[in-house]
């Protein structure tokens, strides 16, 4: 179990701090007012200014998905093999 937390652990902080920076780069325009949520600071995004945003989303999507699926979905996973190979002995 220890092994599953550490991974669900590294999805979250890898792509919680990929997407803080991207955000942080892209969404900041000061820092009195939104940060992180707040409009698009630049009018006519690049090509790597696009690939840039989608990783943003990219790397949220892999924390959340990542870490739900490391600490929940495998252990239940796990615990209804265990219970179907009780039940079936």
């Known amino acids: ?9 590294a999805c979250l902080m890898v792509g919680g701090l990929g997407w803080m920076t991207v955000k942080g ?7 009195e007012g939104a940060q992180l949520i707040g409009e698009l600071t630049i009018e006519e995004p690049t090509t790597f200014d696009q690939i840039a945003l989608f990783m943003g989303d990219a790397l949220f999507w892999f924390a959340v998905l990542g870490a739900l699926t490391f600490w ?3 252990p239940l996973i796990s615990e209804f093999q265990t219970y179907l190979d009780e039940r079936s002995a």
């Open 25 to 31: 780069w892209y969404n900041t325009p000061s820092f």
């Open 1 to 9: 179990m220890a092994d599953e937390f550490m991974k669900g652990f």
């Open 72 to 74: 929940v979905v495998l």
